[in-house]
């Protein structure tokens, strides 16, 4: 067993009664900024937590606090904080010139970092579409494939994705996504897609047990397709795992049955790795744990390491010429598409992939997660436990018999406790997760799963058990 004495600090909350002083920056927050995915009226009840540096796989508030960043500050940190390489990279192009447009220019680092995903690209997806974050790449994908499909199937113009499925908030990416919390209220101004029931075997859509899985989810999501195949621009997927929507963990063989039946179908496959790339899942795409390669394949989050947005949109050499020939120019593109800093920063972090052993050791601290999924086992609110290279999942119930979600104040509660113990989660509903850098080392790891165990033991409903050790 871990000590964790070590990692826990005297947490003093704002006295609610003495006035802060002039300037505050708590306060002035709360005065002028609307933060995201964040309820308000929660916001305000106290002082936010202010982040002032960051190393490693640990960031440090106002205060003097140190934290393990259990969520890769949402998922984009790659290599850890203040990686050296990447800081040197940046600095050095910081010298040179912080930005110039792409629009009818280009500049060296565009051009190598565009050389260089196309060669580490599955299969032949060797062009590069440069945009500013995964929602804005998975825009550029559905139109690239409207464009595509339009031309043999001019009625060709709803796609296919799945329920709970999260592609962002632009317009185009909240009529495939399938959120209802996050996407319901603009309904109205969205195309919505078709979909299918995300295939996640905890909560089987067409109510199997696990023994009885033999992936027949898939095979309802292509009977779908195959009945609305004329009107079908594309199919989007999240390959692997369904981030927001979750921490779905599929069931292996779903990806490559659906992939081979959209092929079959001649209908453009778009894969979002915006969350999944660039080794979170074992592999440097998730696609490839499947040997899966799209139409379309969108990325961003880890390919700064974390340090600025850029995302990209990779296709083939194909769908370029298809598009050089026959649809024309391709009107879209951002201010800051291909970002010479964000450019140096994802140059830097593929150098250090490739220079280190971050994918290589995955299987070895994944030995972690085993010892964490023992222990929990021993939690009787506690079920659902998944996990997929260095992600980490498990849910909590008020009624694990029933399967009934812990309520938001307890997981609220737990969320507060593992950071006044030095761990920075964020719920996802009754969902806790860990998606450390993957830099983190064993004993941080270790570290993360003896906190979320002590978190746990306070803030359950009673009879929560009060072992469980993570050996």
Same mark, same amino acid.
């Given at each position: 067993?871990?000590?964790?004495?070590?990692?826990?600090?005297?947490?003093?909350?704002?006295?609610?009664?003495?006035?802060?002083?002039?300037?505050?920056?708590?306060?002035?927050?709360?005065?002028?900024?609307?933060?995201?995915?964040?309820?308000?009226?929660?916001?305000?009840?106290?002082?936010?937590?202010?982040?002032?540096?960051?190393?490693?796989?640990?960031?440090?508030?106002?205060?003097?606090?140190?934290?393990?960043?259990?969520?890769?500050?949402?998922?984009?940190?790659?290599?850890?904080?203040?990686?050296?390489?990447?800081?040197?990279?940046?600095?050095?192009?910081?010298?040179?010139?912080?930005?110039?447009?792409?629009?009818?220019?280009?500049?060296?680092?565009?051009?190598?970092?565009?050389?260089?995903?196309?060669?580490?690209?599955?299969?032949?997806?060797?062009?590069?579409?440069?945009?500013?974050?995964?929602?804005?790449?998975?825009? #550029?994908?559905?139109?690239?494939?409207?464009?595509?499909?339009?031309?043999?199937?001019?009625?060709?113009?709803?796609?296919?994705?799945?329920?709970?499925?999260?592609?962002?908030?632009?317009?185009?990416?909240?009529?495939?996504?399938?959120?209802?919390?996050?996407?319901?209220?603009?309904?109205?101004?969205?195309?919505?897609?078709?979909?299918?029931?995300?295939?996640?075997?905890?909560?089987?859509?067409?109510?199997?047990?696990?023994?009885?899985?033999?992936?027949?989810?898939?095979?309802?999501?292509?009977?779908?397709?195959?009945?609305?195949?004329?009107?079908?621009?594309?199919?989007?997927?999240?390959?692997?795992?369904?981030?927001?929507?979750?921490? #779905?963990?599929?069931?292996?063989?779903?990806?490559?049955?659906?992939?081979?039946?959209?092929?079959?179908?001649?209908?453009?496959?778009?894969?979002?790795?915006?969350?999944?790339?660039?080794?979170?899942?074992?592999?440097?795409?998730?696609?490839?744990?499947?040997?899966?390669?799209?139409?379309?394949?969108?990325?961003?989050?880890?390919?700064?390491?974390?340090?600025?947005?850029?995302?990209?949109?990779?296709?083939?050499?194909?769908?370029?010429?298809?598009?050089?020939?026959?649809?024309?120019?391709?009107?879209?593109?951002?201010?800051?598409?291909?970002?010479?800093?964000?450019?140096?920063?994802?140059?830097?972090?593929?150098?250090?992939?490739?220079?280190?052993?971050?994918?290589?050791? #995955?299987?070895?601290?994944?030995?972690?997660?085993?010892?964490?999924?023992?222990?929990?086992?021993?939690?009787?609110?506690?079920?659902?436990?998944?996990?997929?290279?260095?992600?980490?999942?498990?849910?909590?119930?008020?009624?694990?018999?029933?399967? #009934?979600?812990?309520?938001?104040?307890?997981?609220?509660?737990?969320?507060?406790?593992?950071?006044?113990?030095?761990?920075?989660?964020?719920?996802?509903?009754?969902?806790?997760?860990?998606?450390?850098?993957?830099?983190?080392?064993?004993?941080?790891?270790?570290?993360?799963?003896?906190?979320?165990?002590?978190?746990?033991?306070?803030?359950?409903?009673?009879?929560?058990?009060?072992?469980?050790?993570?050996?």
């Amino acid at each position: 067993m871990t000590d964790i004495s070590h990692s826990f600090f005297e947490h003093h909350p704002p006295n609610s009664s003495a006035p802060e002083p002039s300037g505050d920056l708590g306060d002035l927050d709360k005065t002028w900024i609307l933060h995201p995915f964040t309820p308000i009226r929660e916001w305000e009840q106290d002082r936010p937590m202010i982040i002032t540096g960051g190393k490693g796989a640990r960031i440090f508030d106002d205060r003097g606090h140190s934290y393990l960043d259990g969520t890769s500050s949402l998922w984009v940190n790659l290599l850890g904080h203040r990686h050296p390489a990447i800081d040197r990279a940046i600095m050095e192009q910081l010298d040179k010139i912080a930005h110039s447009t792409f629009l009818g220019l280009t500049h060296e680092g565009g051009i190598r970092l565009a050389e260089e995903l196309g060669r580490r690209a599955p299969g032949n997806l060797r062009r590069v579409f440069y945009s500013d974050n995964g929602s804005t790449s998975v825009e #550029i994908a559905l139109k690239l494939a409207y464009l595509l499909r339009k031309h043999s199937h001019p009625g060709a113009s709803r796609f296919f994705s799945l329920e709970r499925a999260y592609h962002g908030d632009t317009l185009g990416a909240v009529g495939v996504g399938g959120i209802d919390r996050f996407h319901s209220p603009f309904h109205p101004l969205v195309h919505a897609s078709l979909k299918a029931p995300a295939p996640d075997c905890f909560l089987c859509p067409l109510g199997l047990s696990r023994n009885q899985c033999s992936i027949d989810c898939a095979d309802e999501a292509i009977r779908i397709i195959r009945r609305h195949r004329d009107e079908l621009a594309a199919v989007i997927l999240e390959p692997r795992l369904q981030a927001a929507g979750g921490m #779905i963990v599929w069931p292996e063989g779903y990806l490559s049955r659906m992939a081979r039946a959209v092929r079959e179908e001649g209908i453009p496959l778009i894969l979002d790795e915006v969350a999944t790339g660039f080794g979170r899942t074992g592999a440097l795409f998730a696609c490839e744990l499947e040997g899966v390669v799209p139409d379309f394949l969108c990325a961003g989050k880890g390919l700064t390491g974390g340090y600025l947005p850029l995302a990209v949109t990779l296709f083939s050499e194909e769908t370029y010429q298809r598009l050089k020939n026959d649809p024309g120019i391709f009107y879209h593109g951002h201010s800051y598409t291909a970002n010479p800093l964000g450019v140096a920063a994802a140059r830097a972090t593929l150098r250090a992939l490739d220079e280190g052993r971050f994918i290589e050791e #995955i299987p070895a601290k994944r030995e972690v997660f085993f010892k964490l999924e023992r222990a929990l086992d021993r939690f009787p609110f506690t079920g659902n436990i998944r996990s997929l290279g260095l992600i980490f999942a498990f849910d909590i119930f008020s009624d694990p018999s029933r399967k #009934i979600p812990a309520d938001r104040q307890t997981m609220t509660g737990i969320e507060h406790r593992a950071q006044s113990l030095g761990l920075i989660i964020r719920p996802l509903m009754n969902t806790l997760y860990l998606i450390p850098p993957l830099s983190v080392s064993v004993d941080e790891l270790t570290l993360m799963g003896e906190i979320l165990l002590e978190s746990l033991r306070e803030f359950t409903p009673e009879g929560f058990a009060k072992s469980g050790k993570m050996k």
